[in-house]
């Protein structure tokens, strides 16, 4: 499977400096997977907090192939962030309709370990620190779980740490950064830049980026975006959940989506942005 | 009024006091405790606090049959027998054991342990591959000092390491001026008093900064098979003197020989430390005794100006493990660090009292206490008192307990407490009881990683914040093996 080998070697043979080349990859892609099955489909996805009994996600219609870059936008509070929780399997959520297929499999019917494994990766908007385990430890058992999963042989902690040191260049990062405890202590950059280190050290055939870009300074951001553009195959696709432009001129998504109240209420290109941030969500969700 | 208090009001003193028996103490002098117990049944009437209840007449005469006193410890044992002998059996209603079941101890016949003979002390500690790093090893068995399996006490410099009773001149009169005069505790502070063979001493003189530590194992050997009421009990007591800028790093173990892991037995030791100005003491404590095992230990530290002591602690074993751990400041700028970490992974009790209290200005203090309940008959037992007195201004005193309940009915009873009296202090404490943290699980499984080993390697990182303070290698090794064991899914455990 082509997916596979995506997964133990995101990107190093084919250097991509201009972001522009992106689009290209995803047209190819895009025009290839045609006669495959989409990467992920989601048809008329309903959830509900767990807690509270409140309802969502009414009706999320989504569908992403392979190589596509996909952005979501919309106010705050419009499920945004509800829908790449349920993607990944969030316990607070709860799935009350609809259906999600990944990969060609039922994704809801996974253990949030399992979707992880499938190759879904989601980086937190604010990821937990988890105090007594070293980013380095964390990072080697996850990336050996993923190993196992794809019957390779579990690397030892010598060659596990030439390899994540490899992919602490991506993100710009010192090499003390893996001897810390997991996002303890880390500036909210730096949580951000792990985010990405763990999605470059685990690869993944579907990203999802949740407001990656939020309280980054615009030096980080421009790491963050350059780590996020070399990982980027034409095999593997990005969704990313924003409220700024600025990644998005960096990431070029080739699909831009408008949420409000728990449903995707507009799908453009880019040039939808500018009518955002000229008129506000409310008109552009309104012009569906 | 300047005063705060940040504690529950009805708190009682941990120290029961003793003072109201001193009257009765010519009548004690022959020790003999048959002549004794009618002499004082007239006093009873006068409802003075001598005890009348015959488990403790029993046993204080058992202990006093059991061994000779040297003349040294003469004094010790007097205090001892005394104290002993006015402090009633301490029940669920006394506020140190509200929580603490000990009736178990009282239901048995208990027995001194006796010397053991030469072929048990071929035994092999299970701590005895550490002969790199802890040259000077003093080895007890059954709470008797066991010349022939301890090792390089010959110290340069005036540092003595050894008996009591070898010891003679100015060190001799100094260590005797402390033997008996620290403060004392409760009832089993008592029992090691009047019970310890012998007191190991470990003193180091003005300025000197021993290199290598000093370790103490503490073999328990002698046990009890299930169904019989003999319990024997075994009382190591050690003094460690540090005088005037010394230094000293102490390691206690605390274990048992395989042979008996399903025996019971019961430990009762005491370690006092006084710290002179400006010198340091770090200790290690580690108890892994028998899960059937009683195990009561004291710690009573006098802490100089300027001086240090750390501490850190694990303990994972006995069915009753009690840590009575009490700091006394005697001047300004003192610097004291606790961590400890407390164990129950089958039908135990791991119970920690400790008790600081600062009377002088400046003093810096930080305690951690974590503990793990994994099972559901497990209890984890904290009271930490920090007292802020009223000269002890601009004390920067931090306590902090966490506790891990992974069973249904596991148990945990914690009362943290400050009793701050001085108004210019900076002092917080803070309890956190829970299951693993729902967030941290996920985000091991969103990145694929299931939630078993995921909670795996969360509770050993919890209590891995205290295990890393062990200052030596071969200590953290071990303990952490120890505790990963004992936390794997399938534990051999004794038949509880």
């Not at chain 1, 990336?143 to 992919?167: Q, T």
Request: with cysteine; glycine share 6%.
């Amino acid at each position: 499977m082509a997916a596979s080998l995506s997964l133990q070697l995101p990107f190093l043979s084919s250097p991509t400096t201009k972001p522009h080349t992106h689009r290209k990859f995803a047209c190819v892609a895009a025009a290839a997977a045609k006669s495959e099955i989409p990467l992920l489909q989601v048809n008329d996805l309903r959830a509900k907090i767990v807690e509270s009994n409140v309802e969502i996600l009414r009706g999320v219609n989504l569908t992403i192939n392979r190589g596509e870059i996909h952005a979501i936008m919309g106010k705050n509070g419009s499920g945004k962030s509800t829908f790449a929780k349920v993607l990944v399997g969030h316990p607070d959520y709860e799935v009350t309709g609809g259906s999600v297929v990944f990969k060609g499999e039922n994704l809801l019917e996974l253990e949030p370990e399992e979707r992880a494994l499938e190759g879904l990766f989601m980086s937190f908007q604010s990821p937990v620190a988890i105090p007594g385990v070293s980013n380095d430890q964390f990072l080697l058992m996850a990336y050996n779980a993923r190993r196992k999963k794809l019957g390779l042989p579990e690397l030892g902690p010598l060659e596990g740490f030439s390899y994540l040191m490899e992919k602490l260049q991506l993100v710009n990062m010192k090499p003390d950064f893996l001897n810390r405890n997991v996002n303890e202590g880390f500036s909210g950059g730096e949580r951000k830049r792990n985010e990405i280190l763990q999605l470059a050290v685990l690869g993944a055939d579907l990203a999802i980026l949740d407001e990656i870009d939020s309280g980054l300074d615009v030096d980080a951001l421009r790491d963050v975006a350059s780590a996020v553009n070399k990982i980027l195959t034409p095999e593997n696709s990005l969704l990313m959940i924003t409220h700024y432009r600025r990644i998005l001129d960096l990431l070029k998504p080739s699909h831009v989506h408008v949420m409000d109240n728990g449903k995707i209420a507009r799908t453009g290109d880019l040039s939808m942005v500018d009518a955002i941030e000229a008129d506000g969500y409310e008109l552009v969700s309104a012009l569906t | 009024m300047s005063g705060i208090a940040l504690t529950p009001t009805a708190f009682n003193p941990i120290i029961p006091s003793s003072s109201s028996s001193s009257s009765s103490s010519s009548s004690l002098k022959s020790h003999k405790f048959i002549k004794t117990r009618t002499k004082l049944t007239q006093f009873n009437n006068n409802a003075i606090s001598i005890s009348s209840d015959p488990f403790l007449l029993n046993l204080a005469e058992t202990l006093e049959d059991s061994i000779p006193t040297p003349q040294p410890l003469q004094k010790l044992r007097e205090a001892s027998s005394e104290s002993l002998l006015s402090t009633p059996w301490p029940s669920r209603r006394d506020e140190p054991f509200r929580f603490t079941d000990l009736s178990f101890l009282r239901s048995s016949h208990i027995l001194p342990a006796p010397i053991p003979t030469t072929t048990t002390t071929t035994v092999t500690p299970p701590f005895s591959d550490d002969d790199d790093q802890f040259p000077c090893h003093i080895s007890f068995i059954d709470g008797h000092f066991i010349n022939s399996m301890s090792k390089n006490l010959e110290f340069p410099d005036g540092v003595y390491v050894g008996s009591l009773l070898n010891l003679s001149g100015k060190v001799a009169e100094r260590v005797l001026e402390l033997v008996s005069g620290l403060d004392g505790g409760d009832l089993f502070w008592s029992i090691n008093g009047m019970a310890a063979p012998d007191l190991m001493v470990v003193y180091v003189p003005e300025g000197v900064r021993v290199e290598n530590p000093v370790h103490l194992g503490y073999l328990s050997l002698l046990g009890s098979k299930d169904g019989s009421k003999d319990l024997y009990i075994s009382n190591p007591r050690v003094l460690v003197v540090v005088e005037k800028g010394g230094e000293v790093d102490i390691v206690e173990e605390f274990s048992n020989d395989e042979e008996n892991e399903n025996e019971f037995y019961w430990s009762n030791a005491v370690l006092e430390v006084v710290i002179g100005e400006g010198g340091k003491v770090r200790h290690s404590y580690i108890q892994t005794q028998s899960l059937l095992a009683a195990h009561i230990k004291w710690t009573s530290v006098r802490q100089e100006s300027s001086s240090t002591y750390e501490l850190t602690e694990v303990s994972t074993g006995g069915k009753l493990g009690r840590h009575n751990l009490h700091i006394k400041q005697l001047g300004p700028d003192t610097v004291t660090e606790l961590s400890t970490l407390h164990l129950s992974v089958g039908n135990q009790t791991q119970d920690l009292h400790s008790s600081l209290v600062l009377d002088h200005p400046r003093g810096f203090s930080r305690q951690l206490h974590k503990c793990i309940v994994t099972h559901s008959q497990g209890q984890a037992v904290f009271d930490g008192n920090v007292k802020v007195n009223r000269y002890a201004q601009q004390t920067d005193a931090g306590q902090l307990t966490r506790s891990l309940l992974l069973e249904p009915r596991a148990t945990v009873n914690v009362k943290p407490n400050l009793q701050i009296i001085a108004d210019d202090v900076k002092c917080s404490h803070g309890a956190a009881i829970s299951d693993l943290e729902q967030s941290q699980l996920l985000y091991f499984q969103a990145r694929g990683i299931d939630s078993a080993t995921a909670r795996r390697v969360l509770i050993f990182a919890f209590g891995g914040e205290v295990i890393d303070k062990f200052p030596y290698s071969s200590v953290r090794d071990r303990v952490r093996s120890q505790i990963k064991s004992l936390l794997d899914p399938s534990p051999k455990l004794a038949p509880l």
